[in-house]
């Protein structure tokens, strides 16, 4: 019986997943091979499909495949393919690790004839300038450096992508990345490493064009003004990480008037010649930034605040707007073009901020020191998406672990515009792990409900980690909301716990890998480690979250709120999906392999049995095991680990009996001896 194209396609993935992956050392996985049918189907019918995939599913290898065969198996998708990713790591993997070996699995089984190539593109300032570089280099000649910064610098000279170096000071990498507009008359403008790359990704031939969210919608923001575009032209559109695609939008359909920004101007200007014009402008951008400076500021972390026009403000904004624009009178003939449109683009920010344009929500982005930027964004970013993205009629994929808020797709598709466009198809792949077995969730019984910050509140919050750590014997991840909470909770317990004791501080990726090392710690974390971080295997197995994470209020949201007949609308359509996609996040740290096994304690007293969040905590979380009995929580440990969970800790930390080492199950007479002597010590 002869099949079509589309069946054809479909039996060839079957042959992928079942027969050649594993053939190389991958394992089968039904979700998986079900979540690439839906993504085949999808292309082949040049649809826009929204994928959520479990944790464990393998998203990356669905819908690489699910491309390479719409591609194979219809001449109009025969173009390159577009995936845009929120992280620079995913990026890295896909172009290292995934698509190397698919192209030379799927070649030796006769899928393709052709090797599958890639491109990672991405905004020039990421990239190094061969003349400022050898500028740079010649200025620190002769002068006392930091080593590793400096050693950081000379590897430059081997590599020209920014991102592949560590140890680069933010000052080295401002002074050499490649400028916002590129000089004509630049002597290395035919060997530039970077101008090389832009030739070679814009004319090479290339299966994947690979890029942040970023710069997929600047180059639909290129297309739309009939400017160059970007990225080479696409038949498909893969938007991977596309929970955050509405941030990205955020950040490109608007605009952010900065201290950075005035100085990199300033630097453009004095190297034209044009000096006295800088110093002029400088002195009303440093009167403008003075007017809304928060002085004595010492925050956790950046803040959000409402845009309010002081007489003083007012001021200041007008006089700057009015330098700006006699600027590109007086260096019209004087200062390159596209500096004259560098200077009116930054003379339009400030018009808008000054005349408070409707259509921009305008606020405040402070910093930990309370310096200012003036920050606008659009106030339609689905409309803003609609057009830039999906009016173009190409098949498109939008995948993440976390799309769902609760068991809707809804809050997601309005948000990326999606909502009046037709042929709209959504699909979602359970995780294969059996939560069911392996994980319990834990609620607090009989807890006080305490004011929020309150010495009460902190206290509970402290007594009930240290009863956990206790249950679990370590391995603790307590993922926090607030970084003031974190640091309130860690001054109580630090001096409590049985097991080293990290606090994670913004980034700080030397805690993450010391946490890894020591096999058995507690870390509090807070941040961007409710997403994007790996901890397989016993590492973590117990997860405690002391708070639901809700959205912190600031000017965006409140702009939001407007569009609702009443605050409690406003609430379960936009806050509570917020705070579940969120959880979801957070709680995929719990299980990250087929094998794991772990605790999750939500310690918020509205997500318990009878709380105000109880339903929509268990709607975004899959079915699993619930109680209320910390007991219950240590059964589920000792049940579940083995003799080597219990002794992956310091020494002098004695979280088991001899008693309960005997019952565990152990029968080498060595190892039996070892826990003798150290539960002796």
């Known amino acids: 019986?002869?099949?079509?194209?589309?069946?054809?396609?479909?039996?060839?993935?079957?042959?992928?997943?079942?027969?050649?992956?594993?053939?190389?050392?991958?394992?089968?996985?039904?979700?998986?091979?079900?979540?690439?049918?839906?993504?085949?189907?999808?292309?082949?019918?040049?649809?826009?499909?929204?994928?959520?995939?479990?944790?464990?599913?393998?998203?990356?290898?669905?819908?690489?495949?699910?491309?390479?065969?719409?591609?194979?198996?219809?001449?109009?998708?025969?173009?390159?393919?577009?995936?845009?990713?929120?992280?620079?790591?995913?990026?890295?993997?896909?172009?290292?690790?995934?698509?190397?070996?698919?192209?030379?699995?799927?070649?030796?089984?006769?899928?393709i004839s052709e090797p599958l190539t890639a491109c990672v593109r991405k905004g020039k300032e990421r990239f190094v300038c061969d003349e400022r570089f050898s500028q740079r280099l010649r200025a620190i000649a002769g002068k006392k450096k930091n080593a590793r910064q400096l050693a950081a610098l000379r590897s430059l000279m081997l590599h020209y992508d920014l991102d592949t170096v560590t140890g680069l000071s933010d000052?080295?990498?401002?002074?050499?990345?490649?400028?916002?507009?590129?000089?004509?008359?630049?002597?290395?403008?035919?060997?530039?490493?970077?101008?090389?790359?832009?030739?070679?990704?814009?004319?090479?031939?290339?299966?994947?064009?690979?890029?942040?969210?970023?710069?997929?919608?600047?180059?639909?923001?290129?297309?739309?003004?009939?400017?160059?575009?970007?990225?080479?032209?696409?038949?498909?559109?893969?938007?991977?990480?596309?929970?955050?695609?509405?941030?990205?939008?955020?950040?490109?359909?608007?605009?952010?008037?900065?201290?950075?920004?005035?100085?990199?101007?300033?630097?453009?200007?004095?190297?034209?010649?044009?000096?006295?014009?800088?110093?002029?402008?400088?002195?009303?951008?440093?009167?403008?930034?003075?007017?809304?400076?928060?002085?004595?500021?010492?925050?956790?972390?950046?803040?959000?605040?409402?845009?309010?026009?002081?007489?003083?403000?007012?001021?200041?904004?007008?006089?700057?707007?009015?330098?700006?624009?006699?600027?590109?009178?007086?260096?019209?003939?004087?200062?390159?073009?596209?500096?004259?449109?560098?200077?009116?683009?930054?003379?339009?920010?400030?018009?808008?901020?000054?005349?408070?344009?409707?259509?921009?929500i305008l606020y405040l982005q402070y910093d930990r020191e309370g310096c200012p930027s003036l920050c606008a964004t659009s106030r339609d970013i689905p409309r803003q998406l609609r057009r830039a993205l999906w009016s173009q009629r190409i098949p498109a994929l939008l995948t993440s672990g976390t799309l769902k808020a609760g068991m809707s797709f809804e809050p997601v598709i309005r948000q990326v515009g999606l909502g009046t466009v037709q042929k709209v198809q959504t699909f979602s792949a359970p995780s294969p792990f059996d939560y069911e077995k392996n994980c319990l969730l834990y609620f607090p019984a009989g807890r006080e409900k305490a004011p929020k910050d309150s010495d009460q509140e902190i206290n509970q919050i402290a007594e009930e980690i240290l009863r956990l750590v206790e249950a679990t014997c370590g391995h603790t991840l307590v993922l926090f909301t607030a970084y003031s909470l974190m640091g309130a909770v860690y001054n109580l317990v630090k001096n409590q716990m049985p097991v080293p004791l990290m606090e994670v501080w913004r980034n700080s990726q030397d805690t993450i890998r010391q946490f890894k090392r020591e096999q058995n710690a507690v870390l509090f974390a807070a941040g961007s480690c409710w997403e994007g971080i790996d901890f397989p295997g016993d590492m973590v197995s117990s997860l405690i979250i002391p708070r639901l994470p809700f959205p912190v209020p600031d000017p965006i949201r409140e702009a939001q709120r407007t569009n609702y007949m009443t605050l409690q609308d406003y609430i379960q359509d936009v806050i509570v999906p917020e705070m579940q996609v969120k959880l979801r996040q957070g709680f995929g740290r719990a299980l990250r392999t087929e094998t794991d096994t772990c605790t999750v304690a939500i310690l918020d007293h509205r997500a318990a049995p009878g709380g105000k969040y109880h339903k929509e905590v268990m709607d975004a979380l899959p079915p699993l095991p619930v109680t209320r009995q910390v007991e219950d929580v240590n059964e589920f440990i000792r049940a579940r680990k083995g003799p080597d969970y219990f002794f992956a800790y310091r020494r002098d930390a004695k979280c088991l009996n001899e008693k309960e080492y005997a019952q565990s199950g152990s029968t080498d007479a060595a190892e039996v001896r070892t826990a003798r002597y150290y539960l002796r010590r």
């Open 1 to 111: 019986m002869l099949m079509n194209t589309t069946e054809r396609a479909h039996a060839e993935a079957e042959r992928i997943f079942r027969v050649i992956l594993p053939e190389n050392g991958l394992a089968v996985r039904d979700e998986q091979i079900v979540l690439c049918h839906a993504m085949l189907d999808s292309l082949l019918h040049n649809t826009i499909a929204l994928c959520e995939a479990g944790v464990g599913i393998g998203k990356t290898y669905a819908y690489l495949i699910a491309c390479i065969l719409a591609r194979k198996y219809s001449l109009g998708l025969n173009r390159p393919v577009v995936i845009s990713t929120s992280s620079v790591a995913l990026q890295e993997t896909m172009v290292e690790e995934y698509l190397p070996f698919l192209s030379r699995v799927l070649l030796s089984g006769g899928i």
């Open 171 to 360: 000052f080295d990498r401002r002074q050499i990345c490649v400028p916002k507009v590129c000089p004509k008359n630049c002597t290395r403008r035919d060997t530039c490493r970077y101008h090389v790359y832009l030739r070679q990704a814009q004319t090479g031939a290339v299966t994947f064009q690979i890029c942040n969210h970023n710069y997929l919608l600047a180059d639909a923001m290129h297309r739309q003004q009939g400017i160059h575009p970007l990225l080479k032209e696409y038949g498909i559109l893969i938007v991977d990480e596309a929970h955050k695609l509405t941030d990205a939008a955020c950040q490109m359909y608007g605009e952010r008037l900065s201290q950075q920004a005035f100085e990199d101007l300033y630097t453009l200007l004095e190297k034209e010649k044009c000096g006295p014009a800088a110093q002029s402008l400088r002195e009303k951008s440093d009167r403008l930034m003075t007017a809304f400076q928060k002085e004595n500021a010492d925050w956790e972390d950046e803040r959000r605040l409402p845009f309010v026009l002081t007489a003083a403000r007012r001021k200041a904004l007008k006089e700057c707007e009015c330098v700006f624009r006699a600027a590109q009178v007086d260096l019209c003939e004087a200062a390159p073009r596209w500096l004259i449109h560098r200077l009116g683009s930054m003379e339009s920010a400030l018009r808008l901020f000054w005349e408070q344009d409707a259509e921009y």
